[in-house]
């Protein structure tokens, strides 16, 4: 399943904090938020939206002035009319870039850097292990009239600044169709002062059933003494664990219902074997 992007939402709610503006993130199976926020004031300490799901803040970044951070949310609820929110204890100017993906529930590492001028900062190599990979960068430079740019090509870009002064941030995202090492590198013009950047990458793919739940099938029909049946729902146990297949999955419990509710006697192992297929 490739990895899709749904739809992005942003917000410079100001000193105090606050939310995005709404977006629709019906089908996504990934949150990812960077935060840009003002290094020199208290730092970001919520992270929040309106369906209630909790994020996983990665590494925070500052130097002077410039603040960066990455958050996640795997398996999110989602819909229409969707808003993140930030704030802090203080004065923390954020700069919310919230994007919703498809196809992906798996994060795997992160990178970054600061400097404390300069015209480019890179991010530092990341390497996915497979194809097809989501590669989320963020950056926060301290001054509001900077126009940034992103290297190598290919990432889709989104820029905020605040309205009242303060930081400028920007986040982009490209999806790897062959893995391979990567640093994204953003430029400004004109050069910045204070400046920091992260990197995070999440694979292709979703989250596997729990194989606890197949063991505990096998158990159901052991007890059930039904040898034949055994045999069935332990080949239907592999197919479940080879195509991670959580329709199948949903099935075979489906089956262990069925299984209890009918008498023991031969006949039950060839009814089984219909319903599973």
Not at 9 to 25: I, Y
Not at 64 to 80: D, E, L, M
Not at 169 to 176: E, F, K, M, P, T
Not at 226 to 250: F, G, K, W
Request: hydrophobic share 40%; charged share 10%.
């Amino acid at each position: 399943m490739a990895i899709t992007h749904i739809a992005t939402g942003t917000g410079a709610p100001g000193a105090g904090g606050g939310w995005t503006a709404p977006f629709d993130s019906t089908g996504a199976t990934l949150l990812v938020v960077g935060i840009t926020s003002w290094g020199s004031g208290n730092p970001i300490n919520n992270v929040a939206d309106n369906y209630a799901n909790t994020f996983t803040g990665l590494t925070v970044r500052v130097t002077g002035t410039a603040r960066h951070r990455i958050y996640y949310c795997i398996s999110p609820v989602t819909g229409p009319g969707h808003t993140v929110w930030a704030s802090g204890a203080g004065n923390t100017y954020p700069i919310i870039i919230a994007s919703a993906f498809a196809g992906s529930e798996i994060y795997h590492s992160e990178s970054g850097a600061t400097a404390a001028s300069g015209a480019s900062i890179a991010s530092g190599i990341v390497t996915p292990p497979s194809n097809g990979a989501l590669i989320f960068t963020g950056v926060a430079v301290a001054n509001a009239g900077s126009t940034n740019t992103l290297s190598p090509a290919g990432f889709t870009l989104t820029h905020r600044n605040q309205a009242s002064g303060g930081p400028n941030g920007s986040a982009g995202w490209l999806v790897q169709a062959v893995a391979a090492g990567i640093d994204p590198t953003w430029a400004f013009s004109p050069a910045q002062g204070a400046q920091t950047v992260n990197t995070a990458v999440f694979l292709d793919g979703l989250l596997t059933p729990p194989p606890a739940r197949v063991s505990q099938l096998g158990l159901e029909v052991l007890e059930r003494q039904d040898i034949t049946l055994n045999a069935r729902v332990s080949q239907v146990a592999m197919e479940v664990l080879e195509r991670q297949d959580i329709t199948l999955y949903a099935r075979v419990s489906q089956v262990a219902l069925e299984v209890l509710r009918i008498p023991a006697k031969s006949e039950s192992s060839e009814q089984i074997s219909i319903w599973i297929d």
